[in-house]
């Protein structure tokens, strides 16, 4: 009889301590990410971009500028190129070929969209509330995105975000695609509606670059 009390203390006291680490649930911190989207007109800020390839056994890594606009707009810059959508169509100019790829916006693929990837994530996902984590000097929520279905087409698999308390933004995101391999992001010196220009969701081609058009082969 007395094991079996001690036992049953030690679960409520578990049970006390577990509460008390998560002060709020996944699903929690994921509608406040999607009401601050609700809110928001424009976005801007410095990112740096992991890429894990697994096969190779290879590790990039990008840094750069974005900005968002809704909707659907957004300008990608980094050393090696820029990427542009007016929210109809996508340029990607790459510096060292000098060439760009033409391409609509609706035909994106093989990663998520931006506005997908640090604001809205679709009832496909089961966020599960993991810890507080430190990115960038900064205690955020981890959360972990579970597919509530297994599908073999699945451009991600597995995605995790870091979730600033205070803004209620992403901070950091790290998804792994349908090969296995690993892209993380993480933000810096985050802006939250600044004053844009039009002129920078617009893409003047450079002369005497060479222009691949993606649209004219569907």
């Known amino acids: 009889m007395r094991r079996i009390w001690i036992a049953l203390i030690a679960m409520i006291v578990l049970g006390l301590l577990t509460s008390a680490s998560y002060p709020i649930t ?13 809110k928001l007109k424009r976005f801007s800020a410095d990112f740096e971009q992991t890429f894990e390839w697994k096969l190779a056994k290879e590790t990039h890594t990008f840094r750069g500028k974005l900005y968002l ?14 990427v542009v959508s007016d929210a109809k169509q996508v ?4 510096h060292a070929n000098k060439q760009v790829i ?7 693929q093989g990663m ?15 966020p599960q509330y993991v810890a507080l984590e430190n990115v960038g000097g900064k205690k955020c929520h981890l959360v ?10 699945a451009d991600v698999v597995e995605m995790k975000v870091w979730v600033d308390p205070k803004k209620w933004v992403v901070l950091k995101v790290a998804y792994v695609d349908s090969n296995g ?5 993480r933000l810096s010196n985050v802006a939250i509606n600044p004053k844009m220009d039009d ?12 222009v691949v058009d993606m649209r004219e082969q569907r």
């Open 26 to 38: 996944g699903e929690e911190v994921i509608k406040k990410v999607r009401e601050r989207y609700e």
């Open 199 to 210: 002129a920078l969701f617009s893409f003047q081609i450079p002369e005497g670059v060479d």
């Open 69 to 82: 606009k809704k909707p659907h707009r957004f300008r990608l810059e980094t050393e090696t190129q820029t």
């Open 91 to 94: 340029w990607t100019y790459i």
């Open 181 to 185: 391999d690993e892209t993380t992001y």
């Open 102 to 108: 033409l391409t609509s916006y609706n035909d994106m």
């Open 112 to 126: 998520p969209k931006w506005e997908d990837l640090f604001f809205e994530y679709g009832e496909d996902y089961r």
């Open 144 to 153: 972990c995105l579970i597919p509530k279905e297994k599908k073999k087409d």
